[in-house]
């Protein structure tokens, strides 16, 4: 009977070890229904809004409540400027049929001063570059917050702004994306 009983200690602690370690680590999904993503952008005759309708995303924090990993996903078909043909000038140009989705991938973050730098990978229309983007990082109860304005420049991603009428419509180079992320804890 002494012979059950360390077995049995061992498989409780290492048990309970698993328990802990689950629950000390944190996995949150992105809100879609409290989070917003506006892209702002200017044309020779006036200055236009889109806003991502749909997107998802993910955050997870390990035991020590360090980050260790934050993802976003926007499919470009959800992109909606209340135009079909500014909507359809959009997906063209982003390459929406071979690269349905504009993705971030965070490698790591630091803080600057009152702020932090969300530095990671960026994808748009097949091309990735390399960002640091300055974001805002709040906590209200078990929810986390991500704000952030980045400008973009398309061409940077082989983007090239979109025209309309014949090219008497063109747009600028430059968008600026701003982000209020509302991340649930699961």
């Not at 077995?7 to 680590?25: N, V």
């Not at 309708?53 to 926007?74: H, P």
């Not at 078909?77 to 991938?105: D, Q, R």
């Not at 990671?120 to 570059?129: F, V, Y």
Request: hydrophobic share 35%; charged share 20%; with cysteine.
């Amino acid at each position: 009977m002494k012979t059950y009983l360390i077995p049995k200690i061992l498989f409780l602690s290492l048990f309970f070890t698993g328990i802990y370690c689950a629950e000390a680590q944190s996995n949150y999904k992105l809100d879609q229904k409290t989070s917003e993503i506006l892209i702002d952008g200017t044309s020779n005759i006036h200055d236009w809004t889109i806003e991502a309708e749909a997107f998802n995303g993910e955050m997870f924090f390990d035991e020590n409540k360090n980050l260790k990993s934050l993802s976003l996903n926007v499919p470009v078909k959800h992109l909606e400027s209340g135009k079909n043909s500014m909507n359809k000038n959009t997906y063209e140009a982003l390459k929406e049929e071979e690269h349905p989705k504009i993705s971030f991938v965070l490698d790591k973050v630091e803080k600057s001063g009152e702020t932090y730098i969300a530095s990671g990978k960026l994808s748009i229309a097949g091309h990735t570059e390399n960002v640091s983007i300055p974001i805002s990082f709040n906590e209200t109860g078990t929810n986390k917050s991500i704000k952030a304005n980045y400008s973009i420049n398309m061409v940077d991603y082989g983007v090239e702004p979109p025209t309309a009428l014949f090219g008497t419509i063109k747009t600028g180079e430059s968008v600026t994306v701003k982000v209020n992320l509302i991340y649930i804890n699961q």
